[in-house]
């Protein structure tokens, strides 16, 4: 009986909420052959990978469990994962949730992790972010980091021309009639890489048509030549037409356009948190965050809120230590390590502060948000995502050419989604 206990005790690891190392006990016979937990990760920053693998050693010291992480090139794993979730599976590993990873619960690719969101109680801290990891009401993985899109501007150039950061979209065209008699462009866009427009598409279908609309664009059952997507389309071309946007926005990235910000060239631009790389560090602290206007009050606020995420997948061995692996890994203090790492906006909302107060600031923000979208790249199958980032940039250039591009992207949607 001795041996037993010994093996036990080893193995006593977080088993209920808010559990800590020594709590619960994991029930192994204690002639089990010695356990070991592997993980494929996608992780760029060398931070995050050495947090990632500290955590990793803490577990297995207090669970008894070898912990292997094999970190992959984050675009070659975009194509090994395709491969290694149906022969060679890992217990654990990284990927994007939205429709990346339905396309993986679709095929039966994905453990379901509803059990562990019940013992863990994530549906009370994660709120509206539970959704990207949601399939016909069953959860699949963890979301991790995210990046809360909305619009971004100075603090000191506001003050000093005594603006107030839009809340309605009458406020942002009363900024942009104030920013271009000030010299400034009202909104900086670049659109070069195509995808800021899909972007500001996003944000105008969610704020007109609601989350669920949205997604179902998104996923193929909604034509995109319905009647819902006209108010949508009419008021961006109200926006353009009104030069709201930088003009020949085609020719620049997403970093000249954040670099005119940063230079007092524009007013506001709408992105994600990472705006923040085209101003210099000792700048940083005029940038400020507030949601993209409201434009109909009756529509929830729903945004886009891109999510990584973390999953079991279904050939993997060890699913009771993969569970108690993330439920540990996912302990707001550990979680919060790894983002801190790349500035990513933590989806738990019972996170220690972050020391960017942009961070603080979208969690805060994120508490007041119904539900979520990806962003529209993530959100619909690939070769659509494609033809949609094309479709859009070339409208806000021409947007009399609406109608040709809406058929355009209605036709490819009835050919990839086979209707």
Known sequence: MAGVALATTRRRFMIGTGAVLAGGLLARPAIAQARELTIISNIGNA????????????????????????????????TAIRSYLVVGAPDICFWFSGNRMKAFVKRGLFDDISDLYEREGYKDVLGATTGALTVDDRQYGLPLGGLLWGMFYRKDVFEEKGWTAPATIEDLLKLGEQARSAGMVPVSMGTKEMWPAAGWFDHMNLRIGGLEKHLALMDGKLPYTDASLKPVFDKWEELIRADLFTPNHTSSGWEQAAAALAQKKAAMMDLAGFIKYGFPPDEVDQLAYVPFPVIDPSIARYEDFSLNSIHIPKNGKNKQDARDFLAYFYKPENLAAFLEAESAVPPRNDCPPSKDPLINAAVESMKTVVGTAQYYDRDTDPDMAQEGLKGFQEFMVKPERRDQILERLEGTRKRIFKE
């Open 47 to 78: 931070d995050q990978r050495t947090v990632l693998q500290r955590l990793a050693d803490e577990y297995a010291k207090a669970s008894g469990v070898a912990v292997t992480i094999n970190n992959m090139d984050h675009e070659a794993h975009k």
